[in-house]
């Protein structure tokens, strides 16, 4: 198929799936504050740099929190560890691991958890009376099947926990997802269903629906595989609709690799409302393959820049190994 037509098929997935979710999710009554926002944090500077479009593209360990049916494109033994710097002192990180059990089937591992330190007072003192560490954080395991060489389906579940500084709360959820790649794996379109779960408090967790679609133009080519090639330049897009609360999103996204080495990435992200996240991202990513009794790891760090004039700027860094 011509690269024009290709595209233009990528503009009509994209504009169906800005539309589906609008007819298939309303927005819940209590809609307001929602419990465990730290799972709103998103997964991997990869994402982040391209504007947090990966449900779609969905070919490496972070897919488990964008859509773990993307967890079948893995390959091989991956594992990520991402720290998110950002505003008032908020530490955040996500830990990922993916491993496939056979030809078909592949499992994963996941820890997603952000924490900060609070002062307590009992008057106008320079110095606090106490310090608190107060956040939460999300555990989980998934699992992706490939049910036919174009389609994959995968789940998470996962344990909760919240630790605030008036009360502590508990809770359970899920997370699955159906990815579709078509045209020679040019073509990806997925879609998640992500924190469908709750917490003993009573409060609803941030539950949300994301569609994503990425284009893959390959630089390499192998007709044998069954996976996206890793080299290549990718156009992605998300909309992610929240379940309980808030405003949907829309994200754009940018990556190509240059000779194996170097990624650039760029994207861009929109909604409406009171909170609206509206701004450029952009991030990069350096690999290469291991020496001596690291010859068969190949190594990868990628750096996102996520900056925003509301609430600030954050960097995030990672770093995946593919052994």
Known sequence: ????QDLKLFCTVFFAIIAFPAFAVDIHEDAGTTGAAFLKIEAGSRPAGMGGAFAGLANDVNTIYWNPAGLTAVGERQFTAMQNFSIADISSQFL????NLDSKTTWGASFLGAFTE???RRG???EPDSTATVGGFGAGLSVARTLSPELSVGATAKTISQQLDVEDSIGAAADVGILLRILDNRLGVGVAAQNLGFLDTGENL???VRGGIAYHVRTQSNPESTRPPQDMFALAADVNYPIVAGYPTFHLGAENWFYDILALRVGYSFSQGDNPKNGLTAGFGLRRIGE????NVNFQFDYAFVPDEA???AHRISLLLRF
């Open 1 to 4: 198929m011509p690269l024009k």
């Open 292 to 295: 001596a009794s690291l010859e």
């Open 96 to 99: 990922g691991y993916a491993q």
């Open 118 to 120: 609070i002062e307590r």
């Open 124 to 126: 106008p003192t320079d």
């Open 311 to 313: 609430v600030g700027n």
């Open 206 to 208: 941030p539950m949300n």
